[in-house]
DNA sequence: ACCTGTTGCAACCTTTGCTGTTACGACTAA
DNA sequence: TTAGTCGTAACAGCAAAGGTTGCAACAGGT
């Protein structure tokens, strides 16, 4: 499957900048994070403007500029990272329509977009279970060697 | 997400076959099940041979072949399908590792997988809460006008 | 023994999306 | 005015999916 890291990535950085914050700091710079997560950093400004545009966080601008949260970690779910930064459908429909003169290529489409529906729904109730400081606990209890 | 459509395509192959059988007929072709689908016989071919792999289909050649279901539709899952034509992971960790002197670069990774595979056995019980039988009468079910 | 229809499979192309990179303007604190 | 950072466009590299063509292998009918 075409499985990307965009959600692993955006919780790497809400779970790096709410930890900086709580160390006193007021913003994080796209250049730190990217930094932590081994990329580039104009990879996190985008995804960090994706996860502004849905309220999660916001920028500043200019000399002593960076990113810091609107809210809590723990009010941030996997849901809100996955909404804002990876959309669409888990599953895809036939590129090209299926032959409507066959029952089965008639009816396929209604059938499987009913059963994705609820499939995803289920998706979504699991990762809004999750939130960022659930996520920051656990990457804190990883045991060091 | 690079939502792909080979469950979509392969369901509807299975629900194609199933039906087709239930008519009395021994074996359908690629030929056949892909004008239904809209797409190249290829294509089917491809798909129907991971399920071959799986054990869910079997082959004949020569004169008269074709496709044929292995087990009853009522005992396919569309998670037998899924794992069958759709592995990996459905989300990827970083493409290169975090850094590992960070302390969230150093947890980040472990903390997710935990928290993915357990996303992950829940879409896979979802999936097989489904059956091809489901899948066909929903398909059946289809309002005609 | 040949002909025919179908699978099995390799090779290639196009499209799409993710990721990484460079470049540069916009902005703001000092 | 300067320096540091964001905002964003543009492009390249890569991988995966899907489509297409071509052909050998196979098996049933004649």
Redesign the pocket.
């Known amino acids: ?2 499985a ?3 959600l ?2 955006a919780a790497h950085a809400l779970a790096w900048i709410g930890l900086y914050q709580r160390q006193g700091h007021e ?5 730190q994070i990217a930094t932590s ?13 994706e996860l ?1 545009r849905a309220g999660l966080m916001e ?9 810091s949260l609107t809210r809590e970690l723990g009010s941030i779910t996997l849901l809100d990272v996955y909404e804002a930064v ?1 959309p ?1 459908p888990l599953f ?1 429909m ?3 329509l299926p032959d409507q003169g066959c029952v089965v290529g008639y009816g396929i489409q209604p059938a499987l977009q009913g059963i994705y529906e609820g499939i995803e729904e289920t998706l979504r109730h699991e990762l809004a279970r999750v939130t960022l400081e659930n996520v920051l606990r656990d990457v804190l209890a990883a045991p060091r060697y």
Do not use: C, K, Q, Y
């Open positions: 499957m075409g990307n890291s965009r692993t990535i913003v994080a710079t796209s250049e997560a081994n990329t580039n950093p104009v990879v996190i400004r985008r995804l960090l403007g502004r920028s500043r601008r200019g000399v002593g500029a960076g990113w990876d669409g895809a036939h590129r090209a």
